[in-house]
């Protein structure tokens, strides 16, 4: 179980953990033919310099994918920065906006997501939003964030009054509003799949995202619940970690 830490959660980190930002939308549309709709999102100011790529769902057939609710939401193209911090993915139902390390923090993150919201409901007409995503995959490193195993989290796992904290892999989930919910993950690095950080002692992943009722057509609703869900975010992460660790942490 954890504690609740009643500090107020700090402004910024001097090292932060994010490898990876996420931010997805899942969602139906007036039928516009992938291609398409990946071309207008490429000419785009913002992202027309970034690299094109197809990814391994495009060589599916589209109605194989429709068909396969594991692979509907499989993006077909990506739009990679030139120097990989960030990327853009697209399929038939879905996008997907990734801020890979260095991460820029979390006003500039937000303000790039604004204004990919904007874009993508001005090029996908009659946007019909069924499922947003707000994730942040975290490596904590023994010499940067003073975390050498799960012990040193504000967490107790115990078998029998045995404490297991060598090789570990937690998942749970909870509700967070009437439309939102939200899974963290915590593991050891022998059960994440991916490239990790040398060195990375433990992975917590903070999954936020809306339940299977939610529904919206509204850009303006659609940013609100993405700085909901970034105070979420840090709220269900910072909760895992002790008074001592966040104060070694935080800025002065």
């Not at 495009?58 to 193209?77: E, G, H, K, M, S």
């Not at 739009?79 to 993915?89: D, P, Q, T, Y």
Request: proline fraction near 4%; glycine fraction near 4%; hydrophobic fraction near 40%.
């Amino acid at each position: 179980m954890m504690a609740t830490h009643n500090k107020a959660l700090p402004e910024k980190l001097r090292h932060d953990a994010i490898i990876e930002a996420i931010f997805e939308v899942r969602f139906d549309m007036t039928v516009m033919i992938p291609e398409i709709f990946f071309g207008q999102l490429a000419a785009c100011e913002l992202w027309k310099k970034f690299e094109q790529h197809r990814m391994p769902a495009y060589a599916i057939p589209t109605p194989l994918r429709q068909a396969d609710v594991n692979l509907r939401f499989q993006p077909v193209f990506e739009l990679r920065e030139a120097k990989g911090h960030r990327s853009v993915r697209i399929g038939s139902n879905v996008f997907s906006y990734h801020q890979m390390s260095p991460y820029v923090g979390g006003d500039k993150f937000i303000l790039e997501l604004s204004e990919a919201i904007d874009i993508l409901f001005e090029k996908a007409k009659g946007l019909n939003v069924r499922r947003l995503g707000f994730r942040y995959i975290n490596a904590l490193i023994p010499d940067i964030h003073d975390i050498r195993s799960i012990a040193a989290l504000d967490l107790k796992l115990a078998i029998a009054g045995e404490s297991v904290s060598d090789q570990v892999n937690i998942n749970y989930t909870k509700d967070l509003s009437d439309d939102t919910r939200c899974t963290v993950r915590i593991a050891t690095p022998d059960f994440v799949q991916g490239v990790l950080p040398p060195n990375t002692a433990v992975m917590i992943d903070v999954d936020v995202f809306t339940k299977d009722s939610f529904r919206t057509k509204e850009n303006t609703k659609v940013k609100e619940w993405v700085k909901y869900a970034h105070i979420k975010e840090k709220e269900q992460f910072f909760r895992l970690l002790t008074d001592k660790t966040i104060d070694f942490l935080k800025e002065n």
